[in-house]
């Protein structure tokens, strides 16, 4: 009998492989190691500001290890609220030019297999020198911005300064807390004034998001199950549910992508935006709405399109994170390009902003870290480091390895959801049927969450259709899962 670790290594393996396939390098060059080697903690310049007295914490995913961006806020008078937004400055340890900054150039990205990351950066550097850990002192460059009773930012500013996170919190925790369905997190609890703080950096998120939703910012949910190991063996597949705290994250960082992308254009400096554009294909998209027996108007409405995908949600929650897929697909990918001063913005239709960049997690994405070079110059009043054609050859590249990581991460998790499910040949599951034409028939199963192709018996099903599946093969290295078609619901 095969043992647990001889069958997570056959993952890890795949992981690799399918890394170099898709032209990323796995693993760290020899100058890159040698550049590490004899990286030190930065020197504490006296010209930044000492913020490590206020508040500041950290809410990321359970395992996460990589700390990008700490959060604190505060009350003014008038019932406006300022939020600060403090991003790890890896520009400070990793020059541009240099063998890390040139491996982290190729990759582009930290890439999250569920079985291993292959970080952009070192562990030493992305987990330590230059990750927010708790209660150590970091420098970090501060997106300040002061909110109205709307969420309109009245005020913002930048400036570069020492701060140290007073608590290492996650979604999971904070999010059942602002919601109501369990304690302060330990680690807040032990800090003097950080459940207020909490509070009050939820009421900003809470502006910010009914803001965006007024301009038609979209609410989706897709499954993407994450493998969860033990001891070297695939013993779950997990989905992370939306939460206040995810949200509260997700719309500070939102809202500072914004701001730093105009303050850019505002010092004359091409930006490295980040865009989805005007879907082409909205009548696809008017079709589906039809299917539904809903309907959007002719032109591109991203508040009509939400609406409509708030009211699907409400009638068949069930149902609903293929909608938001087949939505997802037809809004087409996200891409970076480079947008100079006085140029319209091509803007983010999903996000409904229209000014957007990437600046908030430099450990593990290389756009940011172009643009924290940007604004670094910007403040000192200095001339653009990278031309608009330096700029424009990123875009590309940028975009590529982040449709490959993609398709990285999509493998890998097939793989493994083949691998946890390889032991439960001839069992039963409920399911949903997600895909039907000449092609094929695929299914989503209810629990656990996988996909996988009706080779059995497919005739007469139809999109939306429940079904009982037998499940009757697995190929852990293609990542297929086989079913067949036992009977309608």
Known sequence: MEKPAARFNILLNIATQVMRDRGFEPDFPPAALQQLSVLQKPIQENSLKDLTGLLWCSIDNDDSRDLDQLSVGEKLPGGALKISVAVADVDDL????????????????????????????????????????????????????????????????????????????????????????????????????????????DEAAQRLKALRHQHGALELETLQPRPVTLEGEVVDLALEAKNRAGELIEDFMIAANGITARYLTQSGFPTLRRVVKIPERWDRIVSVAEDYGDKLPPQPDSKALNE??????KKDPLRFPDLSLTIVKLLGRGEYVVE?????????????????????????????????????TALAKGASPYSRS?????????????????KVERQVRKSASALFLSKRIGEYFEAIVTGASEKGTWVRVLKPAVEGKIVQNPKGLQVGDRCRVKLISVSVEQGFIDFANTGHH
Not at 107 to 120: H, L
Not at 350 to 363: F, I, K, M, Q, W
Not at 390 to 406: G, I, N, P, Y
Request: hydrophobic share 35%; charged share 25%.
């Open 308 to 313: 409509f995908l708030q009211r699907q949600k």
């Open 390 to 406: 330096d700029l424009e050859s990123l875009a590309v590249h940028c975009t590529q390895q982040e449709d490959a990581a993609d």
């Open 340 to 376: 100079s001063p006085g140029q319209a913005p091509l803007g983010h239709f999903g996000l409904a902003v229209r000014d957007y960049n990437h600046s908030t997690a430099p450990n593990r994405r290389y756009p940011d870290l172009v643009t924290h070079r940007l604004l670094k």
């Open 94 to 201: 990793v020059k541009r030019g240099t063998p890390l900054d040139e491996h982290a150039r190729h990759n582009t990205t930290s890439v999250y297999t569920g079985v291993k990351t292959f970080p952009m950066l070192p562990e030493k550097l992305s987990t330590d020198l230059t990750s927010l850990n708790e209660n150590e002192k970091r420098a970090a460059l501060v997106i300040e911005m002061t909110l109205d009773s709307k969420g309109q930012a009245t005020a913002t500013d930048f400036y570069r300064a020492w701060v140290l996170n007073k608590a290492k919190l996650t979604y999971n925790g904070v999010g059942a807390w602002l919601e109501n369905r369990g304690p302060l997190p330990p680690g807040a609890a032990k800090v003097p004034g950080l459940a207020e703080n909490l509070r009050i950096q």
